[in-house]
């Protein structure tokens, strides 16, 4: 009831969006066709922007129009205070509003004596927004239906059929073989870690969408919430092998275990934040790279650019079943990780086995 | 150095990026295909393993590729930082 409810409202809002904000923005030809650029052209797709994008048609009098919903730009600067105003005010780059300019995506200010902070709802902003309230309504309304019993007392219904394989997936393939014992304390964090990844890759790989997982900010929080989860895991046991490593001449223990292990306590959250980023954002360069193939094959000759598409349409929905099979590896791997590093930093007491 | 600069229009960089990228790719390329030969060989010997033997390639192959992407990431910078 209540989920039905919110989704009720997220349609509307949605739909109250995109027919209020979206606005055709008639530009002026600059003289002559503009040359294609493949590097320019694939990586607005996969950076963070302030306006969805969807498509750009061009009439026949030379205008084009732009297809996009602009999104709020917020701004707090120390002279000017808070500014609060719409993308579609800087007309893709050509104006300057408010004392801002957009250079190549970002917010420039036009005294560049001003210091300020780019707040901005984005595109990664709104599938953050879109993915957590899909997950929160998704998971609240199972568990709901869990606690009156429905699915455990009499057969499960509706999402509980498509989710608790999933999670018992996570919590007997990856939480308690890696986590003996204490494994109850960390599912939570896992779970959620594993769904918002998975939603939020499956959501990339929609056209149009943002590229929320390919970007190194958000895979940077995701490794430092971990490598924290990790840190307040640890007992004695972990930091007496990192600083007294047992087993190898003392010599050798503090001259090479030392830094190495030291280092290693650093490198493995690091490897789980460029990991998820790499494959993300290499399978979007791979899928965009096709689909522009097609572009430059047609600035060559037209016959060159309609004859290679069906070609480059086939690799490029290659990719996509790959791209959505490394969508739920990713998600499982930085869990997996995740988990086996946890188990890691609390294990101990082996002194009888011998060590690698 | 300073002749071959003048030649080119573009950086030394691009070119070191390209190969660097390639030579990752070769890399992951063999991993994976060894990973493979072994998943595939253990099955032969044991079909009833299939789903566990299945379940280890795809984590490891991830592993491999995941090593293979640092290198891509870092052709990348080498390309685009000039």
Known sequence: MQVNRLKSLLVACLGLISVLFITPVVANEKGGEEKLDPAKLIMEHIQDAHDFHFFTLKKKDGTEFHATLPLPIIIYSSTKGLSFFSSSNFHHGHEAHNGYRLEEGKIVAEDPAEKFIDLSITKNVVQMLLALTLLVSLMIGIANKYKKGQGIQTAPKGWQNAIEPVITFVRDEVAKPNLAGKYQKYLP???????????????????????????????????????????????KHFWGHIFWYPGVPVVVRLLIMLPVELLGVFTKPFALIVRLFANMVAGHIIILSFITLIFIFGSMSAIAGWGFSPLSVLFAVFIYLIEIMV?????????????????????????????? | M???????????????????????????????????????????????????????????????????LFAVIAGLLAVLKA
Request: hydrophobic share 55%; aromatic share 10%.
């Open chain 1, 189 to 235: 964090y896992l779970l959620t870690v594993f769904f918002f990844i998975l939603i939020n890759n499956i959501f990339g790989l929609i056209p149009g969408s943002a590229n929320v997982t390919g970007n190194i900010a958000f895979t940077v929080v995701l490794g430092v919430v971990s490598f924290f989860v990790i840190l307040f895991s640890t007992n």
């Open chain 1, 327 to 356: 969508a739920f590896i990713q998600a499982f791997i930085f869990t997996n990780l995740t988990a086996v590093f946890i188990g890691q930093a609390f294990e101990g007491g082996h002194h009888d086995e011998a060590h690698h």
């Open chain 2, 2 to 68: 300073s002749l071959m600069n003048i030649l080119l229009d573009v950086s030394i960089s691009h070119l070191g990026g390209a190969i660097g990228a390639g030579l990752a790719a070769i890399g992951a390329g063999i991993g994976i295909g060894q990973i493979g030969k072994g998943a595939v060989d253990a099955i032969a010997r044991q079909p009833e393993a299939s789903n566990d033997i299945r379940a280890n390639m795809i984590l490891t192959a991830a592993f491999v590729e995941g090593v293979a």
